[in-house]
């Protein structure tokens, strides 16, 4: 088992360790779904939805360090880490077994502090305003510039005339699986050069009508429905307006084994967000 939080900056502090122990981690898994109702035939109420809710969660630390130094600078960490993150409004991230919950650390409560055993009962109340599980699953799709022999059809196929696939050896067909048991938020990163980067995933194009030079790169976010272009020198730009706005650029990937569509000579990354009411006992 592992259970460690990430902080927002990355610093990483780990929940079972020689110095650290967890008390019921189960806690953590509570998973509870929010519902609204609406009035059916003769009074009776029908489920309208079902939606999660920010959430509220305990977790208790033990801590015992070799000596006074040690427990110095665990305390310091975890104090900068979970007030770091409060302070930029970045949450950290709670990882179990390889699912993350985005948190925030919002009460710490002490108890039995031994100062000759350099020891005390850590209580923390994590706040989740986004309280999934979540595996992200990447594919990468390498750019190669291998065309021969390339039949040049006289017209694409696409969304748009002009600015779809041709049926040839320049564009890809490839595959992924989704293993989450609904249909998942993902990102997709459009690698330079490419002019108007397109890709379709399971028939359902996402197309950005924008020049990617080399070294930059675009992100499409359906989670956070944001789309950001990345420079050379590292300067973001939000390039939202780019999207094609007659293919719903954040439609979610379905589940299951799925076809990708590309052009080669672009490089892509998928990644996939298997989002859960609980991770996976593993």
Not at 20 to 31: H, R, W
Not at 196 to 210: D, E, F, K, R, V
Request: hydrophobic share 35%; aromatic share 14%; glycine share 6%.
């Amino acid at each position: 088992m592992t259970l460690y939080y990430e902080c927002s900056d990355g610093t990483i502090i780990n929940f079972i360790s020689d110095t650290i122990s967890p008390e019921d981690p189960e806690t953590l898994l509570k998973n509870s779904w929010e519902y609204s109702t609406i009035s059916g035939v003769g009074g009776v109420a029908r489920i309208k939805r079902f939606y999660k809710d920010a959430q509220e969660s305990e977790l208790t630390l033990e801590i015992l360090a070799d000596d006074a130094e040690q427990y110095d600078e665990i305390m310091r960490q975890m104090n900068r880490c979970f007030e770091y993150d409060i302070r930029t409004m970045q949450p950290g991230k709670l990882w179990w077994n390889g699912f993350y919950k985005e948190v925030f650390i919002t009460e710490v409560e002490y108890e039995a502090f031994e100062e000759l055993l350099e020891s005390v009962t850590k209580k923390l109340v994590v706040l989740s305003t986004y309280p999934y599980w979540t595996k992200e699953k990447t594919f990468s799709f390498l750019a190669s510039d291998d065309t021969a022999g390339t039949l040049d059809y006289p017209y694409d196929y696409g969304p748009v005339a002009g600015t779809g696939f041709d049926y040839d050896q320049s564009a890809a067909t490839d595959t992924i699986t989704n293993d989450a048991v609904h249909e998942s938020n993902f990102e997709i990163i459009f690698y330079g050069p490419v002019e108007n980067p397109q890709i379709a995933i399971s028939g359902h194009y996402h197309t950005l009508y924008t020049t990617l030079s080399t070294g930059e790169y675009a992100r499409i976010n359906s989670r956070t429905k944001k789309i950001t272009k990345t420079g050379v020198t590292g300067a973001k730009e939000n390039i939202f307006r780019t999207r094609d706005k007659d293919s719903y650029i954040f439609q979610k990937v379905p589940p299951g084994l799925i076809a990708v569509n590309r052009a080669r000579t672009m490089g892509v990354d998928v990644i996939i967000y298997d989002e859960r009411g609980e991770p996976e006992w593993i």
